[in-house]
């Protein structure tokens, strides 16, 4: 069932065309990935579905009636933080819920647990400015869930955590999902959108370049990216004959193959030079993707 459905929707600022016709809509109880680069159109597009501008054309429709009549209903964590930062945590969080129309024990009750798995139970009276940026980010997701809403939308939920805690919110996320909670998840960190989203909707320059399941996707690119692990130093495979492309990390590479490439040349290649650990012919990552359909644009634009 669609809980949300974006319909052509257009915003202009000045002689920006922000917004160019897009369209998706959101499956219930599935994380959608609102992709793309920095200035895409992704923010502005959920300024749209919360009701913060109104579309110049097109329509937004949440559960059969217009977003702006279901604010209370929508978690929405801006790409922007804002928190009051002379309030204490517990404060804060009471605050955010008596917004959204809970108050009560209950809702200290679901503070307590709430802060618990968060890891801030020992928090719970600092002063915000007294966090550390990844914990503020933390409180504000909080304050996001606190009123148990329909549907959650995150804009770069994972900006400024570290590693840890971006695990910690990787398997939130997909804890609310299994819930039956929906997601729609706006980043532009690919590699973190692929271990979470079920579908994807790709966004350039304000327009809708690939929308679907993420199997659909990547399955439409066909088998043509090898993934390999060894030992070794691996910097030449992005120079050998037959590859179009190479991202190389530490002792794994991602390789996009020139069309017609026989992957087997590739592995003789290694022979004598790498202990090979793995090497899979498979679907193109998602990072791989947005590469292919948006990178090399991006790359000529900034030569």
Do not use: C
């Not at 217009?66 to 922007?80: K, W």
């Not at 532009?188 to 199997?215: C, P, S, Y």
């Not at 990547?218 to 190479?246: M, Q, W």
């Amino acid at each position: 069932m669609e809980i949300l459905a974006v319909r052509d929707v257009v915003k202009v600022f000045g002689d920006v065309r922000a917004v160019d016709g897009v369209s998706f809509t959101v499956r219930s109880g599935t994380i959608t990935g609102l992709l793309g680069r920095n200035g895409a159109g992704k923010t502005t597009t959920i300024r749209m579905i919360t009701g913060i501008f109104y579309p110049d054309s097109g329509a937004i429709d949440w559960g059969g009636a217009r977003s702006g009549d279901f604010r209370d209903r929508i978690g929405y964590l801006p790409e922007e933080r804002g928190l009051y930062k002379q309030m204490n945590v517990v404060e804060l969080l009471l605050f955010l819920a008596e917004i959204k129309g809970r108050k009560g024990p209950d809702v200290r009750k679901s503070i307590d647990r709430w802060l618990e798995r968060f890891e801030l139970g020992e928090k719970r009276a600092a002063k915000v400015e007294e966090l550390s940026k990844g914990n503020q980010q933390k409180v504000q997701l909080i304050g996001t869930l606190l009123h148990d809403p329909e549907l959650i939308i995150l804009d770069e939920p994972q900006s400024g955590l570290d590693p840890v805690n971006m695990v910690l919110v990787r398997n939130l996320l997909r804890d609310l999902k299994n819930e039956g909670r929906t997601i729609l998840l706006s980043t532009h960190m690919m590699g973190e959108a692929e271990k979470m989203a079920d579908d994807i909707v790709l966004i350039h320059r304000g327009k809708v370049v690939l929308d679907g399941t993420l199997e659909q996707v990547r399955g439409s690119f066909g088998k043509n990216t090898l993934h390999i692990d060894f030992e070794g130093d691996g910097e030449f495979l992005a120079e050998l004959p037959d590859v179009k492309r190479a991202a190389i990390v530490g002792n794994s590479a991602e390789i996009a193959l020139t069309e017609g490439a026989d992957p087997q040349r590739i592995l003789e290649a290694t022979i004598g030079r790498l202990r090979i650990r793995r090497f899979e012919l498979a679907a193109p990552s998602l990072e791989e993707i947005f590469i292919e359909k948006v990178g090399q644009e991006s790359l000529q634009e900034v030569a």
